[in-house]
């Protein structure tokens, strides 16, 4: 288990926005239709007007500049002229459905259309380079910038923590990957008032996410982003592809778009149909996650916590010296439990030398199997240690070797129903130059989303901060609901605050409590500024929790607001435990499962659809699931509204006359 370190250098509807605040967003998430074909627009001059939902799109032709005249006389800036110039541009071509045009100085082919209510623009680049486009929140009324980091931020464009740079915790200055560093391949900004009658938005996908990044700047104090696509034919990335869609500006609006676009190409999974495809995969509807340590891997470990009245857990375990045995596995399986050994085949090593078991591979798999960059030296393994494994070279031995199968069946053989796989789900992939087992990045997430497939046939598999594209072949995820600051990584690495691999059965980095300095606080868990973007797109298809590290106990400060989040979002919390810590915190542990579980089972395999604050500090939030199965009102602030006091949330499952209520923070002490 080993945290991801980002590089910082779904219905149809015609002629509507994506709604997303009090509206349920099922009413306009899984489509987006009526102007495909309607019109193919008109051009005059080098404007280029398409229609799309809500509106039309005018695109100008000579810089790629993009507006918007909204169907209530709004005019909208969606993108200013891209970075750098282009060039003189080429004649335009009127097509079916939009235009095409190139840029010949700059070796680029366009072509504009509107398709399914958006505004889709692909460039394609005859050599390599790079393009700054779209150049976003340059409209004077942009108001918040939503971006996918981890679960979801929604940042107001002139807050002043955001506008500073990322030494003080703000975004200013810094560029993301968006392949890697973030969860979606998307961003969003609310022009003026946010959701509702007269809101405007807009929210922007790039599919082609691999060699894009997005840098933020503050300009006059504002944050605006500009996104960056590097032309590569060796890297395979010399299609760049952007979306755009007119919203209503709530801050969850282009999660929801993003969720149509996955239903509307065949790439949003159903844990519902994960379920039937494999029954144990329910078992995650009402379970808490815990890895497990010392006694609580034991039998007895297990009936303790099924003696508090737990009646469902995820329980994972290293696969060390000394994993759960058969029996052990049994009893959780027997107490309704999910059970399954952490595995990676991520790491290589020396088997003479290697720190752990699951870097230690037959045969020459280390070090032939070694990525390498282009000059020949292998790709280092997390932290130095050994090489990071090519895909590609598995996938090519395994029909022979088998050496992916054998791994698995010997981690099973206890009887464990679970798997998580780590980092393959994540946004960091490779490119492999070695001869024999030559791999672009998209296909290394070819072969990663090939072997998960395989696994989850028969096992509920689960993987590390999941990106959105693996979303079919998983069922749970470790870390995508957590906003990682870039400074965890720091104080991760340091022993004496954070705590380090010691003593063997309860190691302090998992089990000793740490207190977040106050910008990384403010950064990750600020309710004010979150967003269940993740959810608004994937709840449903997976089971989303926060990083393994980050246990429910291991930020005493973060409790409250933590529980708070989890219940709002549907979203488990997770532990890690060993025997002492069950006999400590397993009545509060209990106390937050036997709440959690009946809402999760009633809205675990439903979409998010609504997210809304229901005060001007954006202390007190709303979510519905299912339109209407299940709604969740929390109050992270510290005084009672309409009834509802500081700190507690109130669910309201369909069929209930009272609300349950729980208020976290009254539980522990």
Same mark, same amino acid.
């Given at each position: ?7 910082t250098t ?11 605040v ?12 009526? &102007?495909?074909?309607?019109?193919a ?14 509106g039309?799109a005018?695109?100008?032709?000579a810089?790629? /500049?993009?507006?918007a ?6 005019r909208?800036v969606?993108?200013?002229?891209a970075g750098?110039?282009l060039?003189?541009?080429? @004649? ?9 045009w ?5 070796g680029?082919?366009v072509?504009?259309?509107?398709e ?14 790079s393009?700054?486009? @779209?150049?976003?929140g340059t409209?004077?009324a942009a ?10 931020? $929604?940042? !107001?464009?002139?807050? /002043?923590f955001w506008?500073a740079g990322?030494?003080k915790?703000?975004?200013a ?10 969860s ?5 900004y609310s ?10 938005g807009v929210s922007?996908?790039t599919?082609t $996410?691999?060699?894009?990044s997005?840098t ?11 996104a ?9 990335t010399?299609?760049?592809e952007v979306s755009?869609?007119l919203?209503?500006?709530? @801050?969850?609006?282009s ?7 996955l239903a ?7 844990l ?12 995650l509807?009402? =379970? ?14 297990? =009936?303790k916590?099924k003696?508090?009245g737990?009646?469902?857990m995820?329980?994972?375990y290293d696969?060390d ?8 596995v049994?009893?959780?399986?027997? /107490?309704?439990?999910?059970v399954?050994p952490?595995?990676?085949? $991520?790491?290589?090593?020396?088997p003479?030398?290697?720190d752990t ?6 045969d020459?798999?280390?070090p032939?199997? &070694? ?6 030296? !292998?790709?280092?393994g997390?932290?130095?240690?050994? &090489?990071y494994?090519?895909?590609?070279? %598995?996938e090519?031995?395994e029909?022979?070797e088998?050496?992916?199968?054998d791994r698995?069946?010997?981690m099973?053989?206890?009887?464990a129903?679970?798997? %998580?796989?780590?980092v393959?789900a ?8 070695t ?8 296909g290394?997430r070819?072969?990663r ?18 990106q ?11 870390g995508?609901l957590?906003p ?14 954070w705590?380090?691999?010691y003593?063997?059965? =309860? ?5 000793k409590?740490?207190?977040?300095p ?5 950064a ?8 269940p973007?993740?959810?608004t ?12 590290e980050?246990s429910? $106990?291991k930020?005493p400060?973060q409790?409250?607001?933590? =529980?708070l989040?989890?219940?709002?979002y549907?979203t488990?919390?997770?532990?890690v ?9 397993? !009545?509060?542990?209990a106390?937050l ?10 809205a675990?395999?439903?979409?998010l ?8 500090d954006?202390?007190?939030q709303?979510t519905?699931f ?5 709604t969740v ?12 006091p500081?700190? &507690?949330?109130?669910?309201?499952? /369909?069929g209930?006359?009272?609300p349950?209520?729980?208020c976290?923070?009254?539980l522990?002490?």
């Amino acid at each position: 288990m080993k945290p991801h370190l980002p590089k910082t250098t779904g219905r149809r509807r015609r002629g509507t926005r994506v709604l997303a605040v009090s509206l349920a967003l099922g009413a306009t998430t899984v489509g987006l239709t009526g &102007c495909d074909s309607a019109s193919a627009g008109t051009l005059e001059g080098s404007r280029l007007s398409l229609p799309v939902a809500g509106g039309t799109a005018v695109v100008d032709t000579a810089s790629l /500049a993009v507006h918007a005249r909204t169907d209530d006389g709004r005019r909208l800036v969606l993108s200013a002229a891209a970075g750098g110039g282009l060039g003189k541009p080429g @004649p335009v071509t009127r097509t079916a459905d939009g235009a095409h045009w190139s840029y010949p100085g700059k070796g680029l082919k366009v072509t504009a259309s509107s398709e399914r209510g958006r505004l889709r623009i692909r460039l394609r680049a005859d050599r390599d380079g790079s393009v700054s486009w @779209p150049v976003t929140g340059t409209d004077r009324a942009a108001s918040a910038v939503q971006v996918p980091r981890g679960e979801g931020l $929604d940042i !107001p464009v002139k807050d /002043a923590f955001w506008n500073a740079g990322p030494e003080k915790g703000g975004l200013a200055g810094s560029t993301v990957d968006m392949g890697e560093a973030l969860s979606m391949p998307l961003w969003g900004y609310s022009l003026g008032k946010a959701g509702g009658k007269g809101g405007h938005g807009v929210s922007y996908l790039t599919p082609t $996410d691999l060699g894009t990044s997005l840098t933020f700047a503050s300009t006059g104090g504002r944050l605006r982003t500009t996104a960056e696509h590097a032309f590569d034919a060796g890297e395979g990335t010399r299609d760049y592809e952007v979306s755009f869609a007119l919203t209503d500006g709530n @801050p969850v609006a282009s999660a929801a778009d993003y969720r149509s676009y996955l239903a509307q190409h065949g790439q949003l999974g159903s844990l519902r149909r994960k379920i039937e495809q494999n029954p144990a995969n329910g078992k995650l509807l009402g =379970a808490f996650h815990a890895y497990v340590w010392g006694d609580a891997r034991t039998a007895a470990g297990v =009936a303790k916590l099924k003696k508090l009245g737990v009646d469902r857990m995820w329980l994972g375990y290293d696969a060390d010296s000394d994993p759960m045995k058969a029996r052990a596995v049994r009893a959780a399986k027997q /107490a309704g439990y999910l059970v399954g050994p952490y595995d990676t085949f $991520d790491n290589g090593q020396d088997p003479k030398g290697a720190d752990t078991n699951t870097s230690v591979w037959p045969d020459r798999v280390y070090p032939d199997f &070694c990525v390498r960059k282009a000059d020949g030296t !292998p790709e280092t393994g997390f932290h130095g240690r050994g &090489c990071y494994l090519s895909s590609r070279a %598995f996938e090519k031995a395994e029909p022979a070797e088998h050496y992916l199968a054998d791994r698995t069946r010997t981690m099973v053989a206890n009887g464990a129903d679970s798997y %998580f796989l780590d980092v393959d789900a994540t946004g960091e992939v490779f490119r492999d130059h070695t001869k024999g087992h030559e791999m672009t990045k998209a296909g290394d997430r070819t072969n990663r989303l090939a072997r998960m497939r395989r696994l989850s046939k028969n096992l509920v598999l689960g993987s590390e901060s999941a990106q959105a594209w693996a979303n079919k072949v998983i069922a749970y995820n470790h870390g995508a609901l957590t906003p990682v600051d870039d400074g965890l990584w720091k104080l991760e690495k340091d022993r004496q605050t954070w705590g380090g691999y010691y003593p063997e059965k =309860a190691p302090a980095t998992f089990f000793k409590p740490v207190r977040l300095p106050g910008r990384m606080a403010t950064a990750m868990y600020d309710p004010t500024y979150r967003a269940p973007l993740y959810e608004t797109a994937l709840h449903g298809s997976l089971v989303n929790v926060e990083r393994w590290e980050l246990s429910y $106990d291991k930020l005493p400060a973060q409790k409250t607001t933590r =529980a708070l989040l989890a219940m709002l979002y549907n979203t488990p919390l997770n532990y890690v435990l060993d025997g002492p810590t069950i006999d400590r915190n397993g !009545p509060e542990l209990a106390a937050l499962q036997k709440y959690f579980s009946p809402l999760h089972r009633a809205a675990g395999t439903e979409q998010l659809t609504s997210f809304r604050w229901l005060t001007g500090d954006r202390t007190i939030q709303r979510t519905v699931f299912g339109n209407g199965k299940l709604t969740v009102t929390a109050n992270f602030g510290s005084k009672a509204v309409n009834g509802l006091p500081g700190g &507690c949330v109130d669910a309201e499952p /369909a069929g209930d006359q009272q609300p349950r209520r729980l208020c976290p923070g009254r539980l522990s002490g």
